[in-house]
């Protein structure tokens, strides 16, 4: 008998390159409510300082964020990670989180209550605008994205208080609310023979309204918000008041009284600084604005008020 002897064949397996082209990815989410970012994270109270408060960030990342349909104005592109993580001890009212970089930005924020923010060009030029009025405290995960897919643009985001700082174009078209109860940087009663004298306050100039637009009265320049910067409540009347703000930079004066004369100044106390001066000045509201003379400016300073006539 023969045996045949059948020897297993050998077959080699070669690897497979498998060449994957990089391209934006669809189908992950953004990451919300944990502790990572790529750029830090802070806590903020209200009235913080300095403000705007500010952190470097880079933008961008492989995540495609219109596929994700979170809210409207949702553009470029992100990591899975925020990109900055701030949290707010307690709510306040106005909160304004921007970025100003070297190229097409976005933001995308997203807010204690699960609410999408976004925005692509509301700062100024290509730059993004988030704002919050109320703002409710809790976690907010902001990312920074890319409008073009591949760009990682290095920029600096701001948190900030001040509507003053939001920026954006200027309009002739808003106006001045007087009487209300809403200011920037506070409100205070003053009685006949306060102390100390000067009352002084801090504040930032400037806002997006043309105030020499508005017709108002003569010398009303610059630029402003809608809301006064600061109100003063006089409980009685004064023999003479005198309101003075001296800054950074050129700054103007506009004030609304309690009968709704409207009084302004550019350059009357020292250099660029305004005063205004009101003898047998009423009791009663003051609605008080510091005008930035330039479009975009946001000078701070020291707001003043006094009974002492200045020599």
């Given at each position: 008998?023969?045996?045949?002897?059948?020897?297993?064949s050998l077959r080699w397996t070669l690897p497979i390159a498998v060449l994957v082209a990089a391209s934006p990815i669809h189908a992950?989410?953004?990451?919300?409510?944990?502790?990572?970012?790529?750029?830090?994270?802070?806590?903020?109270?209200?009235?913080?300082?300095?403000?705007?408060?500010?952190?470097?960030?880079?933008?961008?990342?492989?995540?495609?964020?219109?596929?994700?349909?979170?809210?409207?104005?949702?553009?470029?592109?992100?990591?899975?990670?925020?990109?900055?993580?701030?949290?707010?001890?307690?709510?306040?009212?106005?909160?304004?989180?921007?970025?100003?970089?070297?190229?097409?930005?976005?933001?995308?924020?997203?807010?204690?209550?699960?609410?999408?923010?976004?925005?692509?060009?509301?700062?100024?030029?290509?730059?993004?605008?988030?704002?919050?009025?109320?703002?409710?405290?809790?976690?907010?995960?902001?990312?920074?994205?890319?409008?073009?897919?591949g760009d990682n643009i290095s920029g600096t985001l701001h948190v900030t208080e001040l509507s003053s700082l939001a920026g954006g174009?200027?309009?002739?078209?808003?106006?001045?609310?007087?009487?209300?109860?809403?200011?920037?940087?506070?409100?205070?009663?003053?009685?006949?023979?306060?102390?100390?004298?000067?009352?002084?306050?801090?504040?930032?100039?400037?806002?997006?309204?043309?105030?020499?637009?508005?017709?108002?009265?003569?010398?009303?320049?610059?630029?402003?918000?809608?809301?006064?910067?600061?109100?003063?409540?006089?409980?009685?009347?004064?023999?003479?008041?005198?309101?003075?703000?001296?800054?950074?930079?050129?700054?103007?004066?506009?004030?609304?009284?309690?009968?709704?004369?409207?009084?302004?100044?550019?350059?009357?106390?020292?250099?660029?600084?305004?005063?205004?001066?009101?003898?047998?000045?009423?009791?009663?509201?003051?609605?008080?604005?510091?005008?930035?003379?330039?479009?975009?400016?946001?000078?701070?300073?020291?707001?003043?008020?006094?009974?002492?006539?200045?020599?």
């Open positions: 008998m023969t045996l045949t002897t059948r020897r297993p992950q989410t953004l990451n919300i409510g944990g502790s990572s970012s790529n750029f830090g994270r802070t806590s903020l109270s209200p009235g913080f300082t300095p403000d705007p408060f500010r952190v470097s960030v880079v933008s961008g990342g492989a995540l495609n964020v219109p596929t994700l349909n979170l809210a409207s104005g949702c553009v470029g592109y992100a990591t899975s990670d925020p990109d900055y993580i701030l949290d707010l001890t307690s709510s306040t009212s106005f909160l304004a989180i921007y970025n100003e970089g070297e190229g097409d930005t976005g933001l995308v924020v997203n807010a204690p209550d699960g609410a999408w923010h976004c925005d692509d060009d509301s700062h100024s030029g290509t730059n993004p605008l988030v704002s919050f009025s109320n703002a409710p405290s809790g976690q907010y995960d902001i990312w920074v994205t890319s409008y073009s897919v174009s200027t309009s002739s078209t808003g106006t001045l609310s007087i009487g209300g109860s809403t200011s920037n940087f506070g409100r205070t009663s003053l009685s006949p023979g306060f102390t100390p004298d000067p009352f002084q306050v801090s504040i930032v100039s400037g806002g997006n309204l043309n105030v020499a637009a508005m017709n108002l009265a003569s010398g009303c320049v610059g630029y402003a918000t809608s809301d006064p910067d600061y109100i003063i409540d006089l409980s009685g009347v004064m023999a003479y008041l005198e309101i003075y703000n001296e800054g950074e930079g050129d700054t103007g004066l506009v004030i609304n009284d309690p009968n709704g004369n409207w009084y302004c100044d550019d350059d009357s106390h020292t250099g660029t600084d305004p005063k205004i001066s009101l003898n047998k000045a009423s009791a009663g509201q003051y609605d008080i604005w510091v005008t930035s003379y330039s479009s975009g400016d946001s000078l701070r300073g020291t707001l003043s008020v006094t009974e002492i006539r200045m020599p």
